[in-house]
């Protein structure tokens, strides 16, 4: 079941090196790491899933798209049967969106075609790779 908070003010962790991918083909910025911030009502998923969240943000997409496609993802996720949370920063100019929660479950109801991703199918294989080495490290 996916849960979405208008807004929240999270970052990722600071000292910690996160990983980015542009996806040139739909103009969007994806970064993985480990999250903080979130309120303590909010905090329960990230804790469940190892704290590991990725952030997407326009690059070329356009922020309206973004945002129009992020909350289609809100929607779609709402359906299926694993924990996401999807929301977007408050933090003054930050427009990103970050999605925590099972990344895992999210990957894969996206390859089976279940949900649409704001990002390019052909990088479902490294994404799933970063989650996975981000999970072992925690």
């Known amino acids: 079941m996916a849960a979405d908070t208008p807004l929240t003010s999270l970052n ?3 000292s910690i ?10 103009g969007v910025k994806i ?3 480990y999250v903080s911030g979130l309120p303590p009502d909010l905090a ?3 804790e ?6 990725l952030s997407l943000m326009e690059n070329g ?25 999807i929301t977007k920063s408050d ?3 930050d427009v990103r969106w970050f999605v925590i929660g099972d990344l895992n479950a999210m990957l894969l109801a996206a390859r089976s075609d279940r949900i649409s991703l704001p990002f390019s199918d052909f ?10 080495r981000y999970s072992r490290k925690s």
């Open 91 to 93: 933090l003054p100019f």
């Open 48 to 53: 469940q899933y190892s704290s590991i969240g």
């Open 31 to 33: 970064s993985f790491g």
């Open 123 to 132: 990088l479902y294989d490294e994404l799933q790779q970063v989650v996975d």
């Open 17 to 26: 090196i996160g990983k980015s991918f542009v996806d040139k083909k739909t």
């Open 44 to 46: 329960e998923i990230a």
């Open 61 to 85: 997409m356009g922020q309206h798209e973004l945002d129009q496609t992020c909350q289609s993802l809100i929607s779609q996720c709402g359906v299926e049967d694993f924990d996401i949370l």
């Open 12 to 14: 990722f962790n600071d």
